[in-house]
């Protein structure tokens, strides 16, 4: 049975016919998200801006090629990037394996509005500390799960892998980063006495 | 039933909860039930310290301008063929024009080389004949006999 179009798919369906107001409102509703999935996994702000950038315009030339029968717009968006982020991970490796680049976190305004003690601050740092130490895979399992809200197929789908291999991936990066919070936390009560 | 009693049921009437009689298998079922959904709770509470972790401030209106700026500019690029790019680049033309140089000079070597290698064949087969006939072998002469 038919379904009825989402409004990503409706905007995909504008795009492919050339509407650039509905490109902009595309942007408008996932650039966020799709900034904040590819600076995460990437580490560097500033490769993850040119990588989302370089997905809306891939977007803008090929939104005609995307079915909403196979995938929803959202997987279908993710997907895109994740595979630009592998592009300019191995770039990134390249570059600091001759020696250009130094792959060091370089996020700009890392601060949102809820940290206001101290305590939450360290907690975030934590868990961003957490999420940049994470496997690839388990760290794009997990921003695919907490960031762009896909469910564990959808995520299969995304990182070419079973649903049963996406759930798996999900665990161990729940797991590891728990553990690394409980040891910064004993770290931080050892200092303490 | 707490984790004690859990087990020692477990030891009494197997692994298979649902086979338990009641009332211990509606005990059991409703404390998995229960650790489960506390497990559910502990990943939703991770998963929100994650995208609070996650998020970052952004200028959504200058992600828009610089996409579309980039289409113009990948636009305007577009119609022109891969040769009018070249012939428009200066530094494209020069590098172009060098190695079109390098491979007429490379060409021309081993043209030139071949050639040679085909005259002193040439060379050595008229002296031997020279010699077979009983001609005598003037250096200076070679380069007659021989065209």
Redesign the interface.
């Given at each position: 049975m038919p379904h009825d179009p989402s409004p990503d798919d409706t905007l995909l369906a504008r795009i492919a016919a050339g509407e650039?107001g509905a490109?902009?409102q595309l942007?408008?509703r996932h650039?966020?998200g799709l900034?904040?999935?590819a600076?995460?996994y990437l580490g560097n702000?500033a490769d993850a801006?040119d990588v989302?950038?370089?997905v809306?315009?891939s977007v803008?030339r090929h939104a005609g090629r995307f079915d909403p029968q196979r995938a929803r717009a959202s997987t279908w968006l993710y997907k895109i990037t994740a595979h630009r982020c592998i592009d300019q991970r191995r770039r990134q490796t390249f570059r600091s394996v001759v020696g250009l680049e130094d792959i060091e976190d370089d996020?700009?305004?890392?601060?949102?509005g809820?940290e206001t003690t101290m305590q939450a601050r360290q907690?975030?740092?934590l868990?961003?500390a957490g999420?940049a130490r994470l496997p690839e895979r388990q760290r794009m399992a997990?921003?695919l799960?907490?960031?762009a809200d896909l469910d564990v197929a959808a995520i299969g789908q995304v990182i070419g892998a079973s649903t049963g291999s996406a759930e798996q991936l999900l665990v161990r990066a729940?797991r590891a980063?728990?553990d690394h919070m409980t040891a910064a936390d004993d770290g931080r009560e050892r200092t303490r006495s | 039933m707490n984790g004690d009693g859990f087990q020692r049921y477990r030891l009494r009437f197997g692994d298979d909860v649902a086979s338990w009689p009641a009332p211990y298998r509606q005990y059991a079922l409703a404390m998995g039930a229960r650790e489960e959904r506390e497990a559910v709770d502990a990943d939703q509470a991770l998963d929100r310290l994650i995208l609070d972790a996650a998020m970052m401030e952004a200028d959504d209106g200058a992600l828009t301008r610089q996409v579309l700026g980039r289409i113009r500019a990948r636009g305007q690029s577009h119609p022109l063929s891969f040769l009018q790019q070249i012939l428009l680049r200066p530094a494209a033309l020069g590098a172009a024009t060098a190695i079109v140089a390098v491979i007429i000079a490379l060409g021309g070597y081993q043209m030139a080389r071949v050639q040679m290698a085909h005259l002193h064949d040439l060379s050595a087969e008229a002296e031997l004949l020279a010699l077979a006939t009983g001609a005598p072998l003037l250096g200076e002469a070679r380069g007659e006999d021989l065209l």
């Open positions: 650039q490109l902009s942007i408008a650039g966020r900034r904040v999935f600076t995460r702000a801006d989302v950038q370089d809306f315009v803008w996020l700009a305004s890392d601060a949102p809820a907690e975030l740092s868990a961003r999420i997990l921003l799960k907490v960031v729940r980063l728990r | -």
